[in-house]
């Protein structure tokens, strides 16, 4: 059984044929400089060209597709499987991305890990970039099998390897498969790390350094360039094997051909939409129709129905964008609104907070200081028998055996407090209840609130009862 592997990279295309299912031949290698064009279609169209002879099945690997590993709590997976777990991961790749899951076709494998945290391989395609690649395929006669990054062909055990691609650097180290004898040749996708190459070149070396840290002392390593930017031999501190070099080349296009001739790949693969319907019942259906009506009437529906299916999309695809932006639009009038009126109450409440603790703090620094007053201008013939706070007030009350000792207090207690907050007024004197002309008097000194403070919106209503100040 034939079929092609076209790889894409920043700087050229790569056609490669191959014969067999069991173990593939490479039996066709053409490839050439990338041309000015960005469109992932396009570019797929240009490389399959690169023959005369029409590739029945295509496999497309391509390093401007986004790949990563993430780590997600494995107590946020609880119950989620198949597409429930797809359409999840696409939200977390959302956070690195900025793409709507919606807009993206998403491909990920689960990697070995234990503990609080579960960690998966994700590769992320366009959903144009995925529909337009199909149609360049079918257009040319055949048939997509699937898309991926070309980074992370799976490695032996007791190998390591580092991979340098245009957009990220792949480390890959081999490890035994559930289930599988310890000398197993292929171990899947084992132990992999993803590094963005936009992250600095410093900081690339230390991550490249932590993962090798990591691997056992006799570990075998290899370094693979699909850049040929000369940051491989840098970073890596070894001689790396050069796509760019025709062996190389053929070597790895060779390992890829047989892991994806293999019964389960082990790296994210995208596979074709599913359609309802296949090619040969299309066909079929269509010459059904025509043994009913007459040929000219036959040919007329087929050129009228291709016509307004691709009006159709066209359509669709000339309405989407705009659909999107309105809907975000909506969406973004009402956060921004929400947005100003929580600012509004933070500033609120930060002010609110900030005069009840200044409140607090005067109202004990004035306490103290009345009874700091009151120890202090203490007279043998006055007697204090209650201080209560009540609505707002402090009374000082007692009994005196002369009339002016209570106002002379009052007079000393109101320079005191002077600054506080408090006025101080004159004391009420009255008779006692043994009403002797000699005395005692009973008198009451005022301590009132000399500016009120603004009452907290919501704040509840002083109570009427006696209270501490």
Excluded at 46 to 58: D, I, K, N, Q, S
Excluded at 295 to 303: E, S
Excluded at 380 to 389: D, H, K, S, T
């Amino acid at each position: 059984m034939s079929f092609t592997i076209i790889l894409l990279t920043k700087h050229r295309l790569v056609r490669a044929d191959f014969q067999g299912r069991v173990q593939p031949r490479l039996v066709g290698l053409y490839e050439q400089a990338r041309p000015q064009a960005d469109d992932p279609a396009t570019l797929v169209d240009a490389a399959l060209r690169l023959h005369g002879r029409r590739a029945r099945r295509v496999w497309v690997l391509s390093s401007e597709f986004w790949t990563t590993v993430i780590a997600v709590p494995a107590k946020t997976l609880t119950g989620l499987a198949g597409g429930d777990l797809e359409q999840f991961l696409g939200f977390e790749a959302e956070t690195f991305t900025g793409v709507s899951p919606m807009e993206t076709s998403l491909a990920f494998v689960p990697l070995a890990g234990a503990g609080a945290e579960r960690r998966f391989w994700l590769t992320q395609v366009p959903s144009v970039a995925r529909t337009g690649i199909e149609d360049a395929v079918q257009t040319l006669g055949g048939r997509l099998l699937g898309l991926a990054h070309p980074a992370g062909l799976p490695v032996p055990l007791g190998t390591e390897r580092v991979e340098f691609w245009d957009d990220v650097i792949v480390c890959l180290r081999g490890s035994v498969p559930p289930g599988g004898a310890a000398g197993h040749s292929s171990a899947g996708p084992g132990e992999v790390a993803t590094i963005p190459r936009s992250t600095s070149a410093a900081r690339l070396a230390e991550r490249i350094a932590a993962f090798r840290r990591e691997s056992p002392p006799d570990v075998r390593r290899e370094v693979w360039d699909g850049t040929d930017d000369g940051a491989s031999r840098v970073l890596a501190g070894e001689t790396p094997h050069r796509l760019s070099d025709g062996p190389q080349l053929r070597s790895w296009l060779d390992a890829w051909a047989a892991h994806l001739s293999g019964a389960r790949p082990t790296v994210p693969l995208l596979r074709p939409a599913p359609q309802p319907l296949s090619s040969a019942a299309r066909v079929a259906i269509a010459a059904g129709l025509a043994a009913v009506v007459a040929v000219g009437c036959y040919a007329h529906y087929q050129w009228q129905r291709g016509a307004l299916a691709d009006l159709g999309k066209e359509l669709l695809k000339a309405q989407k964008p705009q659909e999107q932006l309105e809907a975000l639009k909506r969406e973004l009038t009402p956060l921004v609104k929400r947005q100003q009126e929580l600012e509004t109450d933070a500033l609120r409440i930060e002010s609110d907070l900030e005069q009840a603790r200044s409140q607090v703090q005067r109202s004990r620094d004035r306490v103290s200081r009345l009874l700091e007053s009151l120890a202090t201008h203490h007279h043998e013939q006055m007697l204090v028998q209650q201080i209560v706070g009540q609505n707002g007030e402090v009374r000082v009350s007692g009994l005196c055996l002369q009339v002016g000792c209570a106002n002379e207090l009052a007079a000393r207690l109101q320079r005191d407090v002077d600054g506080l907050g408090w006025q101080v007024l004159p004391a009420d004197v009255t008779d006692a209840p043994a009403r002797s002309l000699a005395g005692p008097w009973k008198f009451t000194i005022v301590l009132r609130e000399s500016v009120q403070p603004a009452a907290a919106p919501g704040s509840a209503k002083p109570s009427s009862g006696s209270a501490k100040p």
